[in-house]
């Protein structure tokens, strides 16, 4: 079972302010990087799936970075909303499309 | 498009019962996988069906049972119950066994007293 590492836990951020978290996994036997958005109450929703080292994805005001080779991929967000709070989850994927999943980066963004 | 489907939402059960959890995979989607949120922690793989055989296991003990139906429903069976096992439950669906991303459920949040 991977170590899938995430930073910081919480934070808040202002209005208006851009963030970014990172995410940590083994980056030996690599398969996929998976990012997804948890708004309380409801499901998780995919944001980003990530195999190619350098890579960068966008959605709206929100980005992702991927590093395999050291390990670690990093979610922008520019410019934060109120819709924007929620818990980030990253996951690296194992096997057949199985994910180690870290604990999230809970964001509050503060209007 | 049907999305993922879990019933039921809540329920409460005691220590040495049995539960069974239902799940709805979004349509066209032939794979499932169970993963369990206990209270501070990240979701954690239990098992993953598709096309009705169980298609890898993550560390959780034979009492953790499924299903997959030919209509790629599924079901998680829990048998003696324990307090630990008290988390929530996510049912995710996906097409194939490749690189696509997850589509959750809500959940079936189980508490044991």
Not at chain 1, 68 to 86: C, M, N, R, V
Not at chain 2, 42 to 54: A, L, V
Request: overall charge neutral; hydrophobic content about 30%.
């Amino acid at each position: 079972i991977l170590n899938v590492e995430q930073s910081p836990q919480s934070l808040h951020v202002q209005e208006g302010d851009s963030t970014n978290f990172t995410c940590s996994f083994p980056s030996s036997n690599f398969y996929a990087l998976h990012w997804y958005r948890w708004e309380t109450a409801k499901s998780p929703e995919a944001l980003f799936v990530m195999t190619l080292n350098g890579d960068e994805k966008k959605k709206g005001r929100i980005s992702a970075t991927l590093n395999t080779k050291e390990g670690y991929s990093y979610l922008y967000i520019k410019g934060s909303q109120p819709e924007d709070s929620a818990t980030y989850l990253c996951a690296s994927r194992y096997g057949n499309n199985r994910l180690a999943f870290g604990k999230g980066n809970q964001v509050v963004v503060i209007p | 498009e049907t999305g993922v489907t879990q019933s039921p939402t809540h329920l409460i059960k005691t220590r040495g019962q049995q539960v069974t959890l239902r799940c709805s995979s979004q349509s066209g989607h032939n794979t499932v996988s169970w993963y369990q949120q206990a209270l501070g922690q990240g979701p954690q793989f239990i098992f993953q069906y598709y096309r009705e055989e169980e298609n890898g296991r993550g560390n959780f003990p034979p009492r953790f049972s499924g299903l997959q139906f030919p209509n790629y429903s599924s079901e998680l069976n829990v048998n003696a119950l324990e307090l630990d096992d008290s988390a929530l439950y996510l049912c995710a669906s996906s097409l194939g066994q490749g690189g696509s991303p997850l589509h959750f459920g809500n959940g079936t949040r189980l508490t044991v007293t």
